[in-house]
């Protein structure tokens, strides 16, 4: 990989939480690029690194759910520079495409390190990109997943988050094995908690001023469906 191309170039080269390497005649430092490759290694050690890796691109009845691209930069700015967007997360409005252009990059990053990545929700009609959805979280020794959305407001109220919701948790049980997917919001944001409850979680309860947003402290609401759950849901759709 990275470093392997310049091996000859170390003296040593040790991992014990940081990176320590001395060069022999090179000029610049390759400390980020053995970061790089420690990193890659790590993540392929991952139950889930094929996953993150070839995030499969799933459809529903009015949704495609696939791996965002840099040719997505336009509709993304369009809707991450709406404060509604971004009320309830950590992150800000983007000022200028160029944040969503580095929002990609981490993007970008994730896929290719097969860690824990959003896909695109793009409409069947139109092929216009309106938000995302992904697992941000997974504790592999529990076969937990988190999971996390955001829906451009000029497609609020139509059901589309509700959708893709569905389809990322059925993929999160049926593909990745999942026993568990969770996901929080904070107090405020009923809306998002509707979507979570119509996407067949449950409720778990409140934890006030839990997390620090936008440097207040805010209270969080926590949601759950279990594999057993959305299996006997599923069951029942079908006997109905």
């Not at 509709?75 to 997360?89: C, F, G, L, R």
């Given at each position: 990989m990275f470093a392997r191309n310049i091996n000859k170039s170390l003296h040593s080269v040790r991992d014990d939480g940081q990176i320590l390497c001395a060069l022999r005649r090179d000029k610049f430092s390759i400390d980020f690029l053995l970061y790089l490759e420690i990193k890659f290694y790590r993540a392929m050690d991952s139950i889930f690194f094929n996953i993150f890796v070839n995030l499969p691109s799933l459809k529903t009845e009015r949704l495609l759910l696939r791996k965002l691209v840099y040719e997505d930069t336009d509709?993304?700015?369009?809707?991450?520079?709406?404060?509604?967007?971004?009320?309830?997360?950590l992150w800000y409005p983007h000022g200028s495409k160029y944040e969503s252009l580095e929002y990609l990059n981490l993007v970008y990053e994730k896929y290719n390190h097969g860690e824990p990545s959003p896909w695109g929700i793009v409409l069947n009609e139109t092929g216009k990109l309106i938000g995302s959805i992904g697992y941000v979280k997974i504790d592999e020794k529990e076969l937990t997943g988190e999971i996390g959305y955001v829906i451009s407001p000029h497609f609020w109220n139509k059901g589309f988050a509700t959708e893709a919701v569905k389809k990322a948790v059925e993929f999160g049980f049926d593909e990745m094995k999942l026993n568990k997917i969770v996901a929080h919001t904070i107090t405020q944001n009923r809306a998002s908690g509707r979507v979570l409850l119509r996407a067949g979680f449950t409720f778990d309860g409140t934890k006030h001023g839990y997390m620090e947003i936008k440097n207040k402290p805010v209270d969080i609401d926590?949601?759950?469906i279990s594999e057993t759950e959305f299996k006997k849901s599923r069951d029942n759709l079908k006997k109905s």
């Open positions: 509709d993304i700015y369009e809707y991450a520079k709406i404060p509604q967007t971004s009320e309830y997360v926590f949601y759950s």
